[in-house]
Every structure is written in C-alpha cells, then in structure tokens.
C-alpha cells in the first residue's frame, strides 16, 4: 500500500522560511506525481496553493513556491506570516487514475 | 467566480444509505473532471474518486469500491455522490472539487455526513 508522508509539525518564525516536504513510500517523487499542495485552517474548506509541482493558484502570494527537492515534493514558504499558521496537505498521482493525500503538516508561526 | 454548494449530508444510522450532492455554478461543468474528498473528525484529507467529464468512467479509492457510486448530470450542472452500507468509518465532512492535472482546483465548503446508531 502506498503511502505519501509529510512531517507531521513544523515550525517557523514570522519572516523566516520553511520548507514542508511530500515524499513516497515506495520510492521518488516526480513531476509524473503531479505534486499539488493545499493549505487548510480549522472549519474551513481547503485552499488549493500548488498545482503540478510548482504552479501558484490565482491569488496565492508569491511567498509559496513548489518544487521537487531531493526525490519529494517541497512546498517552501518565505518570508512566513502569521495567517500561514495551518495545516498542509500534499496530494500525489500515484497512477490508475488514483490520488493519494499526505497526512498534513501542522505548521506553527511563532 | 467558480461555485460549489454540497447538500445532502446529515445523521444516518449504520447500514443506510445517502445521496449527496454538489451544484456547480460559474464555470463549464462539463468540462471539468470532479472529484470526492472527506475528512474524518480531526483527521486529513481523503480523495474518494472521481469522474470524467462526459461520465464515462470514474475512479475510486480502493477501500469504497463497490459501495461508493460518483455520478454526474451535466445538464443541470450536478454532481452526486451514492454511499451504501455506512460505516462509522464514513463519518466525514464531504467535499466536492474541480479536478484538473491530477489536483483540485476549486472546492465546496463540504457537507457533514455522520454515521451513528
């Protein structure tokens, strides 16, 4: 059974950067993943931040990038804000039509 | 702007069954994938399955197979979602989403089923 992982908290203080990482159990992650990325805060619906690896929805400030660093999808946020305090989920095409989340990132700014 | 509105969620006893669904407004529906996605109280995100643009073909995960039925009606710019034989494990709050590139675009603000006795 495949299995997509995320560090399950990470921490950041305001203006600093952090990167949030997406890897496979079963083995690298590519841009054939079509790595996407969303961020979700308590109540609320999911807002999609990062399609195909590194595209930014409309109206995603330009703080969030996407990439693939070391064989895993990586969501890095620079110059972190307050409101960035949220969980994070990546989701990965694992093929067959099938798509796997993460477990989210619990992301502290402090 | 892109509008999605899920209904139909509520308390159900287990063994029953519920139809949801997700009206879709301010875009083409027919010719966007659409996708499920639940979260369990306290837990993450959970794609469900999928269907094509046309409704030829859907996807789902695994575990739902057989007793989750995604459908669509292009017509009236709606999208369903068939759950039999609820389990506790079902108790979510369902999402509905565009799906593009392998990844949602646009989501609803979800609807909570609860699966109890």
């Known amino acids: 059974q495949t299995v997509v992982t995320q560090e399950p908290s990470l921490s950041v203080s305001p203006g600093g950067t952090v990167t949030l990482t997406c890897g496979l159990s079963s083995g690298s992650v590519s841009t054939r993943n079509y790595p996407s990325w969303y961020q979700q805060t308590p109540g609320q619906a999911p807002r999609t931040l990062i399609q195909?690896?590194?595209s930014r929805s409309s109206g995603v400030p330009d703080r969030f990038s996407g990439s693939i660093l070391d064989n895993k999808a990586a969501l890095t946020i620079t110059g972190a804000q307050a409101d960035d305090d949220s969980d994070y989920y990546c989701?990965?095409?694992?093929?067959?039509?099938?798509?796997?989340f993460g477990g989210g990132t619990k992301l502290t700014v402090l | 702007d892109v509008h999605l509105v899920e209904s139909g969620g509520g308390l159900v006893h287990p063994g029953g069954s519920l139809r949801l669904s997700c009206a879709a407004s301010g875009f083409t529906f027919s010719n966007y994938w659409m996708s499920w996605v639940r979260q369990a109280p306290g837990q993450g995100l959970q794609w469900v399955g999928s269907v094509k643009p046309d409704g030829s073909a859907t996807n789902y995960l695994d575990s739902v197979k057989g007793r989750l039925i995604i459908s669509r009606d292009n017509a009236k710019n709606s999208l369903d979602l068939q759950i039999n034989n609820l389990r506790g494990e079902d108790t979510a709050v369902y999402y509905c989403?565009?799906?593009?590139?392998?990844?949602?675009?646009?989501w609803g603000q979800g609807t909570s089923v609860t699966v109890a006795s």
């Open positions: 195909r690896t590194s």
């Open positions: 989701l990965l095409d694992v093929g067959g039509g099938i798509a796997i």
């Open positions: 989403a565009t799906a593009a590139d392998s990844s949602f675009e646009n």
